[in-house]
């Protein structure tokens, strides 16, 4: 089973902030990595997709970037509704599995 | 307007079963995967289930093998997943997703408790 680690666990910042989040992969998920977004009681939401395609209707500040076992989220300038937990995904490898989230808070 | 909702969910006893039904409307459900995935509380997501277009292929995750069967019925437009054997460890809400999880449902929650 490929093992996502995230990291931070926590990221404290404030609006207007860039924010960089990290996805480490234990073997290669070649380009197969998506990231989440999932507010309280929602269902999670599909940010990118083959590590660096916007869903669609995603803003542009958040953009995707690696390759094989370490992948990045950055999210540009923050907006208030961008405070929430963040997920990353490998589709590469049976079983799928996603990453322990990176919760982004609010400084 | 693509819309998956969940239904099914609730209060079951260890040892139980359960069936989850996810009913789909503004796609060709015919032409797409569809998967579980689910959420104990407070928790991180856990993939469970994948089903090919046609239903002939399926994949499950290793804590629901052998007790979750997926299925689905191409001329409703649902996807359905039987759980038995229900243990505490299986208290979650359980998301269906369509092919890329671009679109998931609003959940329901299972909780095995006596």
């Known amino acids: 089973e490929v093992v996502l680690t995230q990291s931070p666990a926590t990221l404290s910042l404030s609006p207007g902030e860039r924010a960089t989040l990290s996805c480490r992969a234990s073997?290669?998920?070649?380009?197969?990595l998506a990231w989440y977004q999932q507010k309280p009681g929602q269902a999670p939401r599909l940010l990118i997709y083959?590590?660096?395609n916007r869903a669609t209707g995603i803003p542009a500040r958040f953009s995707g970037s690696g390759s094989g076992t370490d992948f990045t989220l950055t999210i540009s300038s923050l907006e208030p509704e961008d405070f929430a937990v963040y997920y990353c995904?490998?589709?590469?490898?049976?079983?799928?599995?996603f990453g322990q989230g990176t919760r982004l808070e609010i400084k | 307007e693509v819309q998956l909702v969940e239904s099914g969910g609730g209060l079951v006893q260890p040892g139980g079963s359960l069936r989850l039904s996810c009913a789909t409307s503004?796609?060709?459900?015919?032409?797409?995967?569809m998967n579980w995935v689910r959420q104990a509380p407070g928790k991180g997501l856990e993939w469970v289930s994948y089903?090919?277009?046609?239903?002939?292929?399926?994949q499950y995750a290793d804590s629901v093998k052998g007790r979750f069967t997926v299925s689905r019925d191409n001329a409703k437009d649902s996807l359905y997943l039987q759980m038995n054997s229900l243990g505490a460890e299986d208290t979650a809400v359980y998301y269906c997703?369509?092919?890329?999880?671009?679109?998931w449902g609003q959940g329901t929650l299972v909780t095995v408790s006596s």
């Open positions: 995904q490998q589709r590469n490898h049976w079983p799928i599995t």
């Open positions: 083959d590590t660096s």
């Open positions: 073997q290669s998920v070649s380009s197969y």
């Open positions: 503004g796609f060709s459900f015919s032409n797409y995967i």
């Open positions: 997703a369509r092919q890329g999880y671009d679109y």
């Open positions: 089903i090919s277009s046609s239903g002939s292929a399926k």
